[in-house]
């Protein structure tokens, strides 16, 4: 059976950034992907980068699997819960524009402290 090791990064790398990306949830009735949802209100910003949201929902499975191991040399696949796409909507760059790089680099060094 698949045994996986899920790297301890801590809620600032995953679960603060669901929060404070679902505080632009605008008229939106949905939230970012934690949930199924029909949307049937949308805003203009949020409902598009919705679309990449995609990566929470393969964490929670990932955090749900029944073979999670706690020493990482034991794991056949290592998991860092990083949520990529979400860290760069709540940093206002949902695209990774280049031209932000110096903003994106500033911020991820505020965040690890």
Request: aromatic share 12%.
């Amino acid at each position: 059976h698949l045994k996986i090791y899920i790297y301890n990064l801590g809620s600032k790398w995953n679960v603060d950034l669901v929060r404070e990306v679902e505080l632009h949830q605008g008229r939106s009735n949905c939230d970012w992907a934690r949930t199924p949802c029909a949307e049937v209100r949308q805003d203009k910003h949020y409902s598009h980068s919705r679309n990449y949201a995609g990566e929470v929902p393969m964490l929670f499975k990932f955090l749900s699997f029944p073979n999670i191991v706690s020493d990482p040399t034991q794991a056949d696949l290592i998991i860092v819960p990083y949520l990529m796409r979400t860290h760069a909507f709540a940093l206002g760059e949902p695209y990774g524009y280049p031209d932000k790089a110096d903003k994106s680099k500033k911020a991820i060094r505020q965040l690890m402290g």
